[in-house]
């Protein structure tokens, strides 16, 4: 236990996930535990939100309703997708923070996100270091992407690996109902790791998922798709599912959509915005085999679905928000929360362990090649074994007249000095 006292605040950043508020609930109920933490702020937005001095007062919420933060999906108090500055060419943001963090005493930081978020805690972390300024900064890892290096799995992959699975099982009983041949393509959200599309391999594990599975670990070959498609039409009688990431590329590395189109929007992290790969594939097809093609995309439904939520991705969610204050409580700065796997007589079991900021910071994660069946369109058992002890258990929002009572935050903002 160190000494410092002082206030502590939590921002999320990224994608939202139907666990990121189980991570905050986490961090809030723990933080107001513990002797030296002197008063608990959430930041309004992210790193923006204490940029600009706005910060909710967690002290004045019903504990109740913190309690529900674990079974309500996304970001009660606001995410953001804001990059800072590079130091070495503008400080001022830094020094911002540091202003910020000095005026309110705040001595204790976590931010809750994936990649880019473990990199803007690393870098807070190391600015505050080199100004003399004593303050415990601990990463809360986020990502339905599953991405984030050195960790086993991350917290909100296992909930929407549960969506992704039983959509396609759902997915699979409507669209070979008619006597007609149809072919379903299905985008799922993933830039460069195929984590959350390799999901739907959990629903071929059932015998009734796609067909065919295009992961971006693996070069995508137009000619090759049109062959597969036909090959499984001929053998299905004219039914063929897809499930394919949005961030499939072509060998040359560009995405589907550019394709058709060099006009790709970029957002603030200079990352390329996905979306409509399952829109051009279907237009690709339909004038190739002259069928009938049909195109899902379940875009924000299967980062928000908490009505599927994984049991065991909720309660690991919380704990990581948890582990992080204690750590922070014992002196312990600069480190994610990580997940460490342990199988005991075919039991799943999770160690929580702590991953330095600067070896994940950025770092990406992908599916084992080894895990992708040969022929590139499919997953081996090694995948299957893996994500089916993420994605076990039940833990749904309470119902109030059979619709699910999310937390209601007063969220007070702090009085600015």
Request: glycine content about 8%; aromatic content about 10%; some cysteine.
């Amino acid at each position: 236990m160190n000494n410092l006292k002082g206030a502590a605040i939590i921002g999320q950043s990224g994608g939202p996930t139907s666990v990121i508020n189980a991570s905050a609930a986490g961090v809030f109920i723990e933080a107001l535990k513990q002797p030296n933490i002197t008063r608990v702020y959430g930041a309004a937005h992210g790193i923006k939100g204490i940029l600009n001095e706005e910060f909710y007062d967690i002290n004045q919420e019903d504990l109740k309703e913190l309690e529900l933060l674990k079974t309500t999906p996304s970001s009660s108090i606001g995410s953001v997708r804001y990059k800072l500055k590079p130091l070495d060419k503008d400080d001022s943001e830094y020094k911002r923070l540091l202003e910020v963090f000095k005026k309110y005493n705040i001595r204790y930081f976590f931010y809750n996100g994936g990649n880019d978020s473990m990199d803007t805690c690393n870098k807070v972390s190391k600015f505050f270091k080199d100004s003399g300024y004593e303050c415990f900064c601990m990463g809360v890892p986020k990502t339905i992407d599953n991405d984030l290096w050195a960790t086993d799995h991350c917290p909100g992959y296992g909930s929407a690996a549960k969506y992704v699975a039983t959509s396609f099982m759902e997915l699979r009983c409507d669209a070979t109902v008619y006597d007609t041949p149809m072919v379903s393509i299905v985008e799922v959200m993933g830039r460069n790791a195929g984590w959350l599309t390799a999901a739907s391999a959990l629903a071929s594990y059932k015998g009734c998922g796609p067909d065919l599975i295009y992961l971006p670990e693996i070069p995508f070959d137009l000619d090759k798709f049109y062959q597969d498609v036909e090959r499984v039409y001929k053998q299905n009688n004219g039914k063929v599912l897809i499930a394919v990431s949005e961030g499939i590329k072509t060998k040359d590395g560009k995405y589907v959509p550019e394709l058709v189109s060099d006009n790709i929007a970029q957002d603030s992290f200079g990352h390329k915005q996905l979306g409509g790969t399952a829109s051009i594939l279907a237009d690709l097809l339909k004038n190739k085999m002259n069928v009938k093609v049909r195109a899902i995309e379940f875009s924000l439904l299967q980062r928000c679905a908490q009505h599927l939520a994984s049991k065991v991705d909720v309660e690991e969610a919380f704990n990581a928000g948890s582990e992080a204050v204690k750590a922070a409580c014992e002196g312990v700065t600069d480190y994610m929360i990580g997940f460490k796997r342990h199988m005991n007589n075919g039991k799943y079991e999770c160690e929580y362990i702590r991953i330095p900021l600067a070896d994940v910071a950025n770092a990406e994660k992908k599916v084992p090649l080894e895990w992708i069946t040969p022929d590139g369109t499919g997953l081996t058992q090694d995948y299957i074994d893996y994500a089916l002890p993420l994605i076990q258990g039940d833990c749904k929002a309470p119902l109030e007249d059979g619709l699910p009572r999310f937390a209601k935050l007063k969220k007070i903002l702090v009085e600015k000095k």
